[in-house]
């Protein structure tokens, strides 16, 4: 079974390299397709990176017929946290309370996980190609990546069908682009406007991110008041103090939300390594995300992985954080769970939704 498991991690980590860099800054639009047919353009159907890691909504798998079809159903119990991806052959269970998945015919198990994301779930788009023996590509076009899911139904190559493709793939960018803009303004006078009628902050977008103390701190309130609202945030850990940290991380995780190392010194590539250890033992998860302690100068950037670096200190009134915030293209929050009170955090969350900020899931290829 060991060799098994070790095979296949072996293998997922060959695919995985073949495939091109991630992102840089700049949103990333994916498009996806099943063989020879190319998926609508929709902001349901678009992959997403998460801990360095490719998801793609698991329904997805189910959007080809025909031809395209790859014969791979997706079922998901929100009751009891479980996605089954199932053929006549394989059957896949991703435990979402768990945080990891196994071979329901071999009971082999696997640390890879599914997440929820805006009530749909999303699965781990390698490790479920090379559990089902399918082929994966990530090809860049003028008009942004296509993620293409192949089985041996297929007839068109990458190129080929990169090339026959390209006329759609641009109409379609075209109407999603217009399906996300902004209304253009009416020429009609305006009425005058009451207050907040005109607070429209749609071009900033907001990230936000938790310091995480060793003792918790607010953790569990701040939290709580993330789930109401329904955000995002990274949560960044030093490595040292995971273990200690254990069930709060696995709620962190089981919650849609990102996990980062909080680094500081040197050996920062020996504290990656440490801090993926046991994220991995405590929580079946490893990151590629991190952010540099107060006063750290050095960075591991260069090697591949992504800093997240605040530019707002969220450790303030509200309202100074808000006008630290406002006038900026890209703000990155920093609170700290050690200082920062629930209350506090929910009357600046409060106040970003009511004055129509952009909070963005704190994903590496955004920042």
């Known amino acids: 079974m060991k060799k098994r498991v070790c095979a296949l991690l072996c293998a ?10 991630r992102a840089g800054a700049a949103e990333t639009v994916f498009f996806t397709a099943i063989n020879d047919n190319l998926l609508p353009l929709t902001a349901s ?7 360095g890691v490719l998801y793609v909504p698991g329904t997805v798998l189910e959007s080809g017929s025909g031809a395209s079809n790859l014969h791979i159903n997706c079922n998901y ?4 946290k479980i996605c089954t991806l199932y053929t006549l052959n394989e059957t896949l269970v991703f435990d979402l309370e768990s945080n990891n998945s196994k071979n329901a015919h071999t009971g082999e198990m696997y640390y890879f996980r599914a997440i929820v994301r805006g009530g749909r779930v999303y699965v781990p788009i390698a490790f479920v190609c090379q559990f089902f023996g399918l082929s994966l590509s990530r090809i860049k076009t003028p008009y942004g990546e296509l993620v293409r899911i192949k089985n041996n139904s297929v ?39 009451t207050q907040g009628e005109d607070d429209n902050h749609s071009g900033t977008r907001v990230y936000l991110a938790v310091q995480c103390p060793a003792d918790g701190g ?23 103090e995971i273990e200690a940290l254990a069930p709060l991380l696995r709620r962190i995780v089981g919650s849609g939300h990102t996990v980062g190392l909080l680094l500081s010194g040197g050996g920062l590539e020996a504290q990656m390594a440490r801090g993926n250890e046991a994220l991995g033992k405590v929580a079946c998860i490893t990151t590629g995300l991190f952010a540099m302690e107060s006063g750290s100068g050095a960075s591991l950037s260069a090697l591949g992985y992504v800093e997240y670096s ?9 309202g100074r954080v808000l006008s630290r915030i406002s006038g ?40």
């Open 45 to 51: 159907s678009m992959p997403a990176w998460v801990d």
């Open 12 to 21: 997922l980590v060959c695919v995985l390299g073949l495939l091109p860099a």
């Open 310 to 318: 605040a530019n707002v200190d969220g450790n303030n009134s509200a």
């Open 155 to 193: 007839i068109l190559s990458d190129s080929d069908f990169t090339d026959g493709a390209a006329s759609l793939m641009e109409t379609r960018l075209k109407r999603y682009q217009q399906s996300i803009a902004p209304p253009a303004p009416s020429t009609d006078d305006p009425p005058e406007p």
């Open 218 to 240: 607010s953790l569990s309130g701040i939290l709580n008041v993330l789930d109401d609202y329904r955000y995002t945030a990274l949560f960044l850990v030093r490595p040292g």
């Open 77 to 80: 119990n929100p009751e009891k």
């Open 328 to 367: 900026r293209r890209q703000a990155r929050v920093l609170w700290d769970a050690g200082t920062a009170s629930p209350g506090s955090v929910s009357q600046l969350v409060r106040q970003l939704r009511q004055e129509n900020y952009t909070i963005r899931p704190a994903v590496e290829p955004e920042f």
